[in-house]
Every structure is written in structure tokens, then in C-alpha cells.
């Protein structure tokens, strides 16, 4: 496998149950800026536990061993915030106190832009996905549809070479989920973006560049 | 239709349990308000004394709010919940916990004998003591109820979101999770608030005398019958609630202030060293001041034991004459009637203001119609002692003839008002989904309450039961004098030989009382544990 | 939930068998609980009533008799009393008696009434005419209790002159004090210390409207001006209350504290809950005397019984025993039979009457005025 600087790669991956000792071999992945990697899997089976793993978050049930590249930078032993990995989980996006200016502005800290900067950035940017009118608005008083996309939005803001996407579209009915599925892909490759994302659904999966079934369990 | 005036029914009955109190109260209470020219600003000392009041109010809720907010993001930041740490002073009876502090730390006391050059020891009666002993019982009481708000609360969640976008969890915990947790505390904030300036025990033995603080010289008016003192009480009464408004007042700045303060930070590129400085600082005060915590609980408590063991115990004696079991066995009896009583009076209390309380946030949830909090809560305003002896002026006792059902009634209304601050905010952080779901797969509103939503209220029901019954358990003023001694409690009975020169007998009813509010909460993390048990699997 | 139901039931049965069985023959005793040889005392008292007249004696201890008070007051011209009888004096006193609450006649209506001392000047109440509506139950002397080094080393024995106090505090800095006026005994110490230093202690015994007030105390305020400054805490701080000033005594905090029963040092001593360092000493040479007494609401419907637990208190057997110098140490106020231990027989200290009524809120007023900021 040839990387080159800018790729993500996943390599000799292994997530081990605690309590019943059984193992997971992931295949070896590589992802390049812009790319989406779909993994399809039953509900349970472990693709959450293995996406929380990524991120960094140490998880009392399992453990996961392996090598992570982002950005073409090994990050496997650094903190979840150092990482540069971005992650969607399914339900909760929004912090539901804070108004969708406050939200996105979240993810703008690293980037050491004034005020001004910061709130024509965030215009800019809810501009881009039509929600202009939303800029002081509460989570709560958004549809579902649009709190998937402040939280694309946000998560995307934060500048991420790879975002983590947990069955990001399962709490929309049928019409709007492929509608949000296509524009989240299209979003993400037009910002050089790489994703994963896992779900239970083939429909979810249709328009990605990589699929994978999530492996069998080992002994 | 037959559900419909079923719940009307309830309605008005528990409304009329709720507000007839207060038609009551505007019977018996006078309208003396301390306008310019009041004779209370004749009083001599009423300046320094207001000035005082207001003053242990702001620092002590500041402080103890500032302790708790440190211990509390320390442990959520970290991942280790704390356990039963604090608990042992959260479940001290107030004026027992200061009478030991006292002894042990005051010049002359315990540690003062047996280091004689030690330095640092607080002053009997000032302001600085009065405050530090209102820090140290009240931070444990935020604490406990803290870690249960903030159970409620999807923090984990939003610590993970924070750092995803780049955010440690420090930074995350105060930017994010601090906020969301200090609103869900602001009932619980105005309690502690109001009783920090309302309190009359400890006032009346650690804190400055001369002049003593409002809540104490109110008191003292409200015992003196003379037409001058029974006026500057009436005023004082208005004066005392105007002081509650304020301290409400200042929790709400304090938060508005703090939560604004937070907001500009939002977005901001993060300050590394002060990142470092506060989860370090927090990291370190926290351990330090639980360790305090548990040093003085422990300390405190085995000097109320070794009082009541102790046994011609003097100035300048390390250790007692003799040690012996009398105080306790000369009142066994006495001392099983009264434990009976107390623990009676609390359960049925604690059943029905509990009741009470989960059934008027499921009528506002049914109804989707939130009653203003501080209409409920308004019972913390007004100084007790007012408020009884405004039902012992008022037809009050005509209406409830039986002395048993008069206490039993004003326990209920007055552990409603705590009970409620700890159960809402818990319930308004909880869906209503599950309950729904219940309902559409053929449950009525009860069934479905019982098996869908009050499985993931265990630990808000636990705790208010618990909080109901520790209000209960500690009143005074309306069990003595609604009960007109009829029904003695732990709480009374200690009261009165407190009255005395001297702490042994004082301390076997205080360390009783310790004992029962220290199980009542250990019976409560118990469901709490089997609950975060249910949610793990 | 069937824990609860039954928790009630047992709860409410039990009110109800207390309110059937007892209810001709309890009677409710209102005292106050803050001392543990006068509670040992009432309980006493309480098998002694049951076994010899089967009245149930139910002492409801109270932080201040004033709750009490408070209850009466509020309790309607109709209303049955929840109160069967009080232990009370002066102000409190003088209250229920303007309200008409108080059962009259009282020495008619107990016979024991007739072996009271007759050298005792009983039939004012802090100023305030008895008028047979209670009867005096114990002697109640001021005097202040030192440490007795303290005395020792200034050889003084039993009698501290109000020169010597000002010496004493002076040679001791910070280690007196005094209970705060207008609690109870702070205003009675104002009121000995008056009796010592004004000069014609006559005055004190008429109407303060009728005299200069001002003239007649400046000698107490110049007194005390001088003594502040050497009292605990420089005399900006003192305790709250006579209770709370033992309580600093036996901690060590204070060398003096204040007493109403002289007796009672002993008694204290020997249960070990006094400093045996503890003496007490008169202030000048006679100490302000006054009574404690019994009284029963009017509106008991229980004042037969409430009447036979008087004449008991009363009786040579209760009064005897409440002289004991092992209990409570109370002086009796009937005559000794000669049958009696010679300790029972001790004479008082030479007394001098309180002030007229009035200048109880005078010197309250005055006091606070010029000390309390």
C-alpha cells in the first residue's frame, strides 16, 4: 500500500472483547482526502465500539490495538483532541443550551481568528448550507434535517482530516435521509475530507468510494 | 372524562394543600414593612447586623458554590464519580456538626490542647467562623446533589463532541457540561442561598452576637412579647424576605455572570497555561478539599460521640474523667419513643411530599404547562418562625384540629419546596418519549409512568424521597409548637437541651440524628448504583 | 408500599391509644429541657405522680419557655388549652397574665400552698404582682462563678466587690464576660451591677419615669466603660446567653460564668459537668433574688390534675428532693420539716429585691444603645 503524505491509513487493527475474549481483525485501510469508507455491519456487532477507538476514547470493554495515520501523521497514542479526527455520533449532535452561532464557534478555537472574523466565518458557512437565518437559533427549535447539518457543519468547521460518521442518518425518516446522505458526501469530498462511516443499512452506504463488511469474530 | 376529573380532583387537592397555607399565613402575617421610617432602623446595631447577614449570605454561597463547581469538574473531567466522601457532613444535623466543629477548633478546644502553639484556629462566634462552617456543610450538600444533576445530564457525550472538535476536557467540562450543570443547580443554588441567610441555630453559636446576625435577632424579637419587639419583628419578617430575594437574586447573576463569562471563551483559541492552571488547580483542590472534608467529618464525629461517652470533660483535659455509656442508656427509652416518631413522621412525610411532587410535574408535562418555580418554592423565603406563628394566629388550627395532623401538614408543605428543587430539574432533563411509547402501546398514563419513565427516574425519586425526609426529620419550630409537644421528636428533644450549658446529653440525640440521615442516604446510592448497573448493560 | 401503609397505620394507632387511655389524666407539662438535672428531676417527679395520684406527666421540653408563650397567645378565648402547665416567671409571666390567660386563686386551690416559707417575698414576680395566678416552685439568687485560682490569688473567698472585678479583669485581660443583655441573665448582672454602684439603690425600687434615669445609671455606664476594654474579646463580643457562657467556662474560653442557683455548683461538680475549679462568689454583699414558679393556663381542661402535680411539686418529699445537692440543688421554698439534712437548711445569701419592672427595658434599651454597633 503506497501512502502518500496527505492519506489516513488503519493498519493491523485488532479489537479484543474483554469478557469474552474473542477478536476482531479489521482489514487494513487507506483513505484519501475527499474519500469515503463505508463499513456495513449488524446492530451490536462492534463498529461503534471500534469508531470510539479511533477517535481515541479508552473503552472499559474492549481494547483495540493498532496503527492510525492521519493526515499522514501516526496519531494512535495521542489525545482525542490532538488527533484531528472529527466525529458525528447519532443522536445529541448539538450542544442543545448553546445557540447554532456558539455551536459552530466551537469548532473554530484553534484557528486564531478575531471576532469578526470568526462571525463572518460562520455566516459564511451556514450561507453554504442555506441555513443563514438559523445563525441564533437553539438546537431544539431546528427540524431534524437541519440539526444533521449544523452537525456536519460543525464537525467539518473544525478543520478534521478524517471525520467519523456512527449511523449519522438514522434518526431521519426515509425522503430526507437519502437527501442528507447525498449532500453530507458531496460536503465532505468538496472540502477534502476523508470520512469513515459505519451503519447497519445498505442504503446509507450506497455512494461511498470503499465498502467493507464488518469481519467476522475470532477466536 | 372520568381520567380527566380524576386529575382535576388531585388537582385542586394538592393545590389547596400548597396555597391554603399561604391563605394562612396572610391571615396571622402583619403588613409592617420596614418603609425609611420604620422603627427598626432605630434598632441599634440594625445596620451592621443587615450588613453582616448579607455578607455571610453572598461569601458563604459563593464560596461553597465554588468548591462544589471545582470538586464536581474535577471528577467529571477525570471519569471517577466520587462516592461517599462527602456524605458524612452533607448528613450532619447543623447545629450538631458546629457544635463539635467548635469544640475541637476554637482556642481552647481540643486541637488547641493538644498543640498548644498551633495557629490558624477560628474565633468562637465571628463571621469568619460562622462562614467557614456554612462552606463546609453546605459544599457536601451541593456535592451530593450535584453529582445527581449531573447524572441527568448527557456530559459524557458532550465532553466527547468537545474534544472531537478539538477541545480538552477541561476546557470542554467548562465551556460545555459547566453551564448546562450550573443552570440544572440553580433551584438547589437559591436553597442554600436563602438558608445562608435565614439560618438562626448556627447564628446563634458561631456567629457574631453583638450584633447578631437578622434570622437570630429576629428570633429573639418574636420571643419577647412587648409591643416594641413584637413590631421590630414584624418588620424584620419583611426584611429577612427581601434578604432571601437578594441572595435569589445574586444566584441568578452569579450564574448569568459566570455562564457569560464562559461564553466569550467560546471559540477563543484556548489559553494553554490557563488550561493548565485550572484543571491543576482543580485537580489539587479537589483532592485536597475532600480530603479536608472527610478529615473534618470524621474528626468532628468522633468528637460528638466522645462527648456524649465523656464524662466530666474540662478545660485544660485532653481526655475525660471518665468514660461512660450513662446518656445513653439513662434515655434508651426515651430515646426509642423519640426515634420512632422522628422516623414516622419523616417516612409519611417524605411519601407524601414526594407524591405530591411527581404528580404535579406529570400534570405540567401532561398539560404542557410549567408552573413558575418560585411560586413553589416560595415556602424558602419567608423566615419559619414567621410563617408558624402566623398559622398559630389563624384559623389553622380550627381547620386541623388534631395536633398530629398539623405537624404531619407542615411537614409535607415544607419538605415539598425542597423536595421539588432537587426532583424538577431531574425530570426536566429526562424524555418524555419513553412514557409516550408506553402510552401508544395501550398503557394508561400511570402504568406507563411506572414502567417506562420511573425506571430512569430511580435516582431523582431517591433523592428527593431522602431530601424530604431530611427536612422532616430536622424541623423544629413546627413540630413543637403545631404538635404543642404531643409529638416529640430526636430534633425537638435535641433543641431543648441545647438550650443548656453543656453538649453531652446534646450529643447522643445528635449523633442519632447523624446516624438515620447518614443510612437514609447510603439507602439511596445503593438505587443509585443499581441504576448506572441497568444502564451499563 | 405495604411498609409504608402499615408504618401508617401502626403511627396513627398509636396516636389514637395516646389520645383514648391518657387523655383524663395527662397532663402537659411545658419546661424548659436545657438542663439535664432538672429533667432528671421532672422524671422523678413523673413516677411519682403516676404511682401516687396515676397522673401521666408529660414534660414537652422546650429551647425557651417563650415558645410557650407563643402558644398561648395564639390559642382562641374557645379553644381547649394544649397547655396543662408552665414553669415560667417574670416577663413571660407578665404576659399571660395581661392576657388573662392564667388559672387565679392558685394558692386557694392547693393546699401544700400553706407550708410555703413565709420569710419569702414570693408575691412579686420581677415587679409584677403574683396575684394567685402561680405559685413559686424554686429560689433563684444570682451570683457569679469564677475559677478558683483565680480568686485565690487575690485572696478573695466569697464575696467579689465590684473594685475587685475591675481588678480581676484587669490582671486577666480577655478572660471575663458577661451573658449579652437583653438575653435573660446579661439584663439581671446590669440590674446587680446597678444595685451596687448607683448611688441610692432606693431608686432603683420606683418607676424610672419618675427619676432621672441618666443621672442615676451614669455610675453603671462608667463602670462598664472602664471594664470593656479588659473583658474577652476587648468587650465588643460576648456570649449569647448564660447557657452559652458556661458553656465557654468549662471549655476554657472564659474564667467567669453566671448563675441563678448557687447551689448547683456542687451539685454540677459532683455529676461531673462542672469544672471542679468552678466557685461561686456574690457580686457586692447581698445577691438579687427572685422565684421561679408554676402556673396553669385557664383554658386546660385538665387543671384538677394540673392542680395535684402543683400540690406535689409543693409537697415536703418533691421540694426535699429537688434541694438535693446530688440533683438538681434548687433551694426549697417551703419550710424544711426538721426532719431534714442540715444541707437542706443552708441559708441564703443575704438577698436584695429586683428593681422596679420598668427599668428592665431601660437598661435593655440604654445598654444596647451605647454597646451593641
Known sequence: MNASRSDNLLRQQMLRWRDTDKVIRLPDMSIAPGESLGMMGPSGCGKSTWLRALLGESIGYARFTGELWVAGKEVSDLPIEQRGIGILLQDNPLFPHYSVRKNLAFALQRQGLSRAQQTAEIEQQLEAVGMAAAIDRLPGQLSGGQRARIGLLRTVMAAPALVLLDEPFSALDAERRVQVRDWTLAFLQQRGIASIIVSHDAEDLAAVTQQFKWPKEQN | ?????????????????????????????????????????????????????????????????????????????????????????????????????????????????????????????????????????????????????????????????GQALGTDRTRSWWLVVFPAWLRAMRLILFAVAIYSVAVVDLAQIAGPLNPPLLAPLLVGWQLQFDPLSQLLAQQATWLLIALGGVMVSWVVIQEWGLVRLLKLRIGRPPSRALIKALSGFSLYFSSATRLLFILISALTLAALLALSLGYGWFYPDLLPLEWQLKSWLDNADLILQLSLNTLGLGLLTAVIATASIIWLREWQRLNQRELPDLWLLLALFVPQLSLVIAWLGSDWSALLRSNHLSVLVAHSWFSFAYGYLVYAPTERNTTQSHLLTGRSLGYGYWRSWWHFKRPLMHSGIGYCFMVTFLVSVAQYVPTLLLGAGRLPTLTTELVAVSSGGEWRLPAVYATLLWFIAFVALMLVQLTRSKQNLARES | MLFIALLQLVLVSRVQAQQTSAEPQTVFFYAWGGSESVNDYLRWAQTQLKTRHGIELQHVKVADIAEAVTILLAEGEQQTSN?????????????????????????????????????????????????????????????????????????????????????????????????????????????????????????????????????????????????????????????????????????????????????????????????????????????????????????????????????????EAAQQRKAELNGWGDPMVIRAPTSAKPSLHAPLFPSHPEPHVEWTAVLEQEWLRRYQR
Not at chain 2, 458554590?65 to 462516592?83: F, M, N, W, Y
Request: net charge neutral; hydrophobic share 50%; with cysteine.
Open chain 3, 83 to 315: 397547655i396543662d402547665l408552665l414553669w415560667i416567671n417574670g416577663e413571660n409571666f407578665k404576659v399571660l397574665k395581661d392576657a388573662g390567660k392564667l388559672l387565679p386563686d392558685l394558692p386557694e386551690r392547693v393546699p401544700n400552698s400553706a407550708l410555703l416559707r413565709d420569710d419569702l417575698n414570693w408575691q412579686t414576680d420581677f415587679g409584677v404582682a403574683v396575684d394567685g395566678q402561680e405559685l413559686p416552685w424554686g429560689i433563684a439568687q444570682f451570683q457569679l462563678i469564677f475559677r478558683a485560682p483565680l480568686l485565690a490569688d487575690h485572696s478573695l473567698t466569697n464575696r467579689v466587690a465590684v473594685e475587685d472585678l475591675l481588678a480581676l479583669a484587669k490582671r486577666h485581660p480577655g478572660r471575663l464576660s458577661y451573658p449579652k443583655p437583653p438575653a435573660f441573665h446579661g439584663t439581671t448582672w446590669l440590674k446587680a451591677l446597678a444595685h451596687e454602684l448607683v448611688h441610692a439603690p432606693e431608686l432603683l425600687q420606683q418607676p424610672p419615669h419618675k427619676v432621672n434615669t441618666a443621672q442615676v445609671l451614669q455610675p453603671l455606664w462608667d463602670y462598664l466603660d472602664q471594664l470593656h476594654p479588659y473583658l474577652w474579646r476587648q468587650g465588643r463580643e460576648f456570649p449569647g446567653s448564660a447557657e452559652q457562657q458556661r458553656q465557654l467556662f468549662n471549655h476554657g474560653t472564659l474564667d467567669n460564668a453566671v448563675t441563678f442557683n448557687p447551689n448547683e455548683i456542687p451539685a454540677l461538680q459532683q455529676q461531673l459537668r462542672l469544672t471542679p475549679a468552678a466557685t461561686a462568689v456574690s457580686l457586692g454583699s447581698s445577691a438579687l433574688t427572685n422565684f421561679h414558679y408554676l402556673a396553669i393556663p385557664r383554658a386546660s381542661d385538665n387543671s384538677a390534675a394540673a392542680l395535684t402535680v402543683i400540690n406535689f411539686m409543693l409537697s
Open chain 2, 1 to 161: 372524562m372520568i381520567k380527566r376529573i380524576s386529575w382535576n380532583i388531585v388537582l385542586v387537592a394538592l393545590l389547596a394543600l400548597l396555597a391554603l397555607p399561604w391563605w394562612f399565613v396572610l391571615q396571622g402575617l402583619s403588613l409592617q414593612l420596614p418603609t425609611p421610617g420604620a422603627e427598626l432602623w432605630n434598632y441599634p446595631g440594625i445596620g451592621t447586623a443587615l450588613a453582616n447577614s448579607l455578607l455571610v449570605g453572598l461569601l458563604s454561597t459563593l464560596l461553597a458554590a465554588a468548591c462544589a463547581s471545582l470538586i464536581i469538574a474535577c471528577e467529571a473531567v477525570s471519569g471517577r464519580p466520587g462516592k461517599n466522601d462527602v456524605g458524612t457532613i452533607f448528613t450532619a444535623p447543623h447545629l450538631a456538626f458546629a457544635i463539635a466543629f467548635l469544640w475541637l477548633f476554637t482556642p481552647f478546644g481540643w486541637f488547641d490542647r493538644l498543640f498548644p502553639f498551633a495557629a490558624g484556629l477560628v474565633e468562637q462566634q465571628s463571621l469568619v467562623t460562622l462562614v467557614i462552617i456554612l462552606v463546609l456543610k453546605e459544599t457536601p450538600f451541593l456535592v451530593v446533589l450535584g453529582r445527581q444533576q449531573l447524572m441527568q445530564l448527557p456530559y459524557q457525550q458532550w465532553l466527547l463532541q
